[in-house]
């Protein structure tokens, strides 16, 4: 009611935990060697539309400005965060920041991120930095029963480049993928030469642990392309699984969520609920409309996913101190002897079974003091 639909008030632990992994995820980066960055909240549409991009204008909150232009709510922090740094000496190279994005294709209009990029980075350095700072976050914040899955968008790419598909195919065949539609898949493939619907198909349940890659380095060991492939992901599994990441599975049927992926793509789950807790990938390509030739990777927290699974802070215990006008300020000096607690102020003594601890200020031979009740 009076709000419109995906709009949300909150109070209370969620805000809590949303202000806590905010500091840590802002104390992470910055040891990390990070630099922040923000952007405004209203931009050009063009900036995320472009051909580049590739994001679609219709899940996107917008209106015309004055000069007939489409603006639009930020609806997503890698191309905004490409757009602002791309004039930036290439030693400038790992960017954090945090803040909101909107659009209207989730099931709430605004979500808060969390999200490092790292531009001009050897690559296989920045797909590492990523990760190993998504895994430091993670245990900052407490949070351990979480599976990291790797996937690449040129498997699909790859091999259906040869039937060049109409864009329009492509992106159904793509999004019947996504949903491990088989019927779907097999469907859209039946004009077409059987081996690839024969991988496609085979793709689509690629998914599990170290085992997948063994089973298609044995597959596919004759293509230079895919082997090539499947051992960089297999490198980035040996390090995750080395610094002590307790699931890493793959999805060598993963096609891109976001158009302006082209490599590696990565996701992390929460094992309570399967719940995306991150979710990032590599986007060279993205820096291909500022007419430049660099690596460039990141990955973002959905702030929201984590508040809610966080679990509380220890709770400091909440004391009363009874007052009046009179002796208010004599209280409110108080608040340095009882550093530890949260302190309330109050003038009526009737209600105070809520609070730990009360006090009360009383006069004793001209002097003030509290005493506990
Ligand atoms: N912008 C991506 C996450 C990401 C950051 N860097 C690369 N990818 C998202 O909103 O899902």
């Not at 003038?347 to 006090?359: G, L």
């Amino acid at each position: 009611m009076f709000l419109p639909a995906g709009s949300q008030d909150e109070t209370g632990t969620q805000i809590a935990n949303r202000l806590k992994a905010y500091e840590i995820f802002r104390k992470v980066t910055e040891e990390r060697n990070y630099q922040l960055i923000s952007t405004p909240v209203v931009e050009y549409a063009h900036t995320f539309t472009n051909k580049i991009a590739g994001m679609d204008l219709h899940s996107m909150l917008k209106w015309f400005n004055g000069e007939g232009e489409i603006e639009v709510l930020r609806p997503d922090w890698t191309a905004a965060v490409a757009r602002a740094i791309a004039k930036q000496h290439i030693s400038c190279q790992k960017w954090s920041y945090q803040g909101s994005v909107f659009r209207m294709d989730k099931d709430g209009t605004e979500s808060r991120q969390a999200g490092i990029e790292i531009v001009h980075a050897e690559p296989f350095l920045g797909e590492s930095e990523c990760l190993l700072t998504a895994i430091h976050f993670l245990d900052k914040i407490e949070t351990t029963n979480y599976i990291i899955e790797l996937g690449h968008t040129n498997i699909f790419e790859y091999v259906i480049h040869p039937l060049s598909l109409t864009v329009e195919i492509e992106e159904e065949l793509r999004n019947a993928m996504h949903n491990k539609n088989r019927d779907l898949v097999q469907q859209l493939m039946a004009p077409f030469d059987n081996s690839v619907k024969e991988t496609l198909i085979q793709l689509i349940d690629a998914y599990g642990g170290n085992e997948i890659i063994k089973k298609f380095k044995d597959i596919w060991v004759n293509d230079v392309e895919l082997s090539k492939l499947l051992n960089h992901m297999d490198k980035l599994i040996q390090l995750l699984e080395s610094v002590g990441v307790a699931e890493v599975i793959v999805d060598l049927g993963r096609v891109k969520n976001l158009p302006y992926y082209d490599g590696i793509m990565f996701r992390g789950f929460l094992t309570s609920d399967g719940s995306t807790c991150f979710s990032g990938g590599r986007y060279d390509k993205l820096y291909k409309q500022f007419e430049m030739d660099t690596s460039a990777v990141g990955l973002a927290f959905d702030v929201d996913i984590l508040s809610q699974h966080m679990k509380a802070s220890k709770t400091k215990s909440i004391a009363c101190i009874i007052a009046t006008p009179e002796t208010h300020l004599f209280a409110e000096k108080q608040r340095k002897e009882l550093e530890e607690d949260i302190i309330d102020i109050q003038y009526d003594s009737t209600n105070v079974s809520k609070y730990d601890v009360v006090y009360q200020v009383i006069e004793e031979n001209k002097q003030l003091k509290v005493v506990r009740k």
